[in-house]
């Protein structure tokens, strides 16, 4: 079973940046397409990217598209997102997760992640 934990969240103003990490336990996190989602108070889980075993392509919502990067680290067992041109609504907690369905059409569902991290939080004030 693979454990992921995140970090780099915090509080930061409209148009500013913040990279989070999320570092999985062990190597087989190598394996898995890794997602990132996002849940702010009161609403569902959100897709916000995600990035194939190697790397080889990324996705991501129209909301977040051309401001927010997916990348990773396959020897650090490590997975990014840099977020660039915060706005309000991007508040929210933010979280990693493997992909554990082979259902592509669940690349963009929470149902198809089957580990998650405890989550970070991302304020973003006007």
């Known amino acids: 079973q693979v454990q992921l934990v995140e970090s780099g969240g915090g509080l930061v103003q409209a148009g500013a940046s913040l990279r989070l990490s999320c570092v999985a336990s062990d190597r087989t996190f190598n394996a898995y397409t890794m997602g990132w989602f996002r849940q702010a108070p009161g609403k569902e889980r959100e897709f916000v990217a995600a990035i194939s075993w190697r790397g080889a392509w990324t996705t991501y919502p129209d909301s977040v598209k051309g401001r927010f990067t997916i990348s990773r680290d396959n020897a650090k067992n490590t997975v990014y997102l840099q977020m660039n041109s915060l706005k309000p609504e991007d508040t929210a907690d933010y979280y990693c997760?493997?992909?554990?369905?082979?259902?592509?059409?669940?690349?963009?569902?929470?149902?198809?992640?089957?580990?998650w991290g405890q989550g970070t939080q991302v304020t973003v004030s006007s």
């Open positions: 997760a493997a992909q554990t369905s082979l259902e592509y059409t669940l690349l963009q569902d929470p149902r198809g992640y089957g580990y």
